[in-house]
C-alpha cells in the first residue's frame, strides 16, 4: 500500500513573487474557431485537460490545432508538488463511464494521435492502472488508426501497474523525471524518488521493448549544466528513446519560484547534448511541454520501427 496522504509526505507550500516574463516567453491569448470548437467539445463531455490544469503556455497553439492532452481519473491528485498547478487532496471516485466519454470525444475530433495523462491516484488500489488500460482500450476500439501516449505517474515502480497500462497498448509510454536530482527533493512531493522514477522507466522498458519510452523535464529551477548532462545520460540508461526539456514557469505566488529564465540558445545546446548523450529523438525549448506535438516522435523512422516489432 502506499503511503496515506498526509502534511508530512506533502512539499512544503513556497510563497514567491511572480517574475516577468522576459520577450521570448509569451503566448498569444487563446483564440479561433477551432479553439473554441475543441473547448466545447471537450467542456461538454465532461473531461479533464492538463492544458487547463496545469495552465500550460500551448493552449492557444494545440487547441487550434484541435489537439489536447486529456487528464483522466479527475483533476485532483493525492500529491502535491512545489511546481505543479493541478490540485491536491481527496479525489473522487473514478467514474466508470469516462473511458467512453474521451473515445468518443477522440473520434469527433478526428486525432490522429492523442496524449492521455493522469493525477496521481493513491487512494486507489492499483493506483488507477486499471482505468487508464480501460481508457485506452476503449479509444482503440473506436479509433483503431488513433496512436497513443500514455504519460502517467511512478505507480510505486509496481510491476503489475506498469503491466497493465503497457498491456493496453500505447505506443508511447512515458514518465517525467520533472528535474535533476538534487532538486528533486525540493519540488517533487516527498513520495516521489529521483531514484524510483528511473526505475519505472526501466521497468517499462525492459517490459515493452517495441513501446517509445520517453521523459521530459524543466529547467530554469537553479540546476546546472552539468545536473543536464547527468539526468540525460540517467533517463538514457534506463531505456528512454525520447526527451523534453522545457521552461520552468510559476503558476501562482503559492508555487516554487523561476530561478532563470534560459534563452533559446541554452535550449539549443541541451537538444544537441541529448543527441550527442545517444537520444534519438530530443526536443529543448521555452514552450515545449512533455506532451507539446508528441506526435513529432511517431513519425521518426527510428520509433517507426521500434513500432513496427509488435506487429505480426
Known amino acids: 500500500m502506499n ?32 479553439f473554441k470548437e475543441v473547448k466545447d467539445l471537450l467542456d461538454g463531455a465532461a473531461l479533464h485537460t492538463v492544458c487547463q490544469s496545469a495552465h500550460c503556455p500551448n493552449q492557444a497553439e494545440c487547441w487550434g490545432r484541435r489537439t489536447a492532452t486529456v487528464m483522466v481519473l479527475g483533476n485532483v491528485c493525492t500529491r502535491h508538488c512545489a511546481y505543479c498547478a493541478v490540485n491536491s487532496g481527496h479525489p473522487a471516485p473514478p467514474d466508470p463511464d469516462e473511458p467512453q466519454r474521451i473515445a468518443q470525444a477522440v473520434r469527433r475530433l478526428g486525432l490522429r494521435h492523442m496524449v492521455l495523462t493522469t493525477v496521481t491516484r493513491d ?16 479509444v482503440k476500439a473506436l479509433n483503431p488508426e488513433t496512436t497513443i501516449e500514455a504519460l502517467v505517474q511512478d505507480f510505486d515502480q509496481d510491476h503489475d501497474c506498469i503491466r497493465r497500462v503497457l498491456d493496453a497498448g ?29 526505475q519505472t522507466l526501466r521497468v517499462a522498458a525492459n517490459a515493452a521493448p517495441h513501446t517509445l519510452i520517453k521523459s521530459a523535464f ?6 546546472t549544466d552539468e545536473e543536464v548532462r547527468a539526468t540525460l545520460c540517467d533517463l538514457r540508461d534506463a531505456g528512454c528513446v525520447a526527451v523534453s526539456m522545457g521552461q520552468y514557469l510559476q503558476p501562482t505566488r503559492r508555487h516554487a519560484p523561476v530561478v532563470a529564465f534560459l534563452p533559446p540558445d541554452r535550449f539549443c545546446a541541451y537538444e544537441a547534448m541529448a543527441r550527442d548523450i545517444g537520444f ?20 521518426a523512422p527510428f520509433a517507426q520501427a521500434i513500432l513496427a516489432g509488435r506487429q505480426g
Not at 534519438?280 to 513519425?299: H, T
Open 280 to 299: 534519438p529523438f530530443a526536443v529543448a525549448g521555452p514552450f515545449v511541454r512533455s506532451s507539446y506535438r508528441s506526435e513529432a516522435l511517431l513519425e
Open 218 to 223: 524543466m529547467v530554469g529551477c537553479g540546476e
Open 170 to 198: 500505447p505506443e508511447v509510454f512515458s514518465h517525467n523525471i520533472e528535474t535533476v536530482a538534487r532538486l528533486f527533493p525540493k519540488l517533487r512531493d516527498r513520495r516521489f524518488s529521483f531514484a524510483g522514477a528511473l
Open 3 to 34: 503511503a496515506p496522504h498526509t502534511q508530512d509526505a506533502v512539499a512544503k507550500p513556497v510563497t514567491a513573487p511572480l517574475r516577468a516574463f522576459p520577450p521570448w516567453v509569451r503566448r498569444p491569448w487563446p483564440t479561433g474557431r477551432a
Open 123 to 138: 487512494d486507489l488500489p492499483d493506483q488507477g492502472s486499471g482505468h487508464i488500460a480501460k481508457t485506452i482500450e476503449a
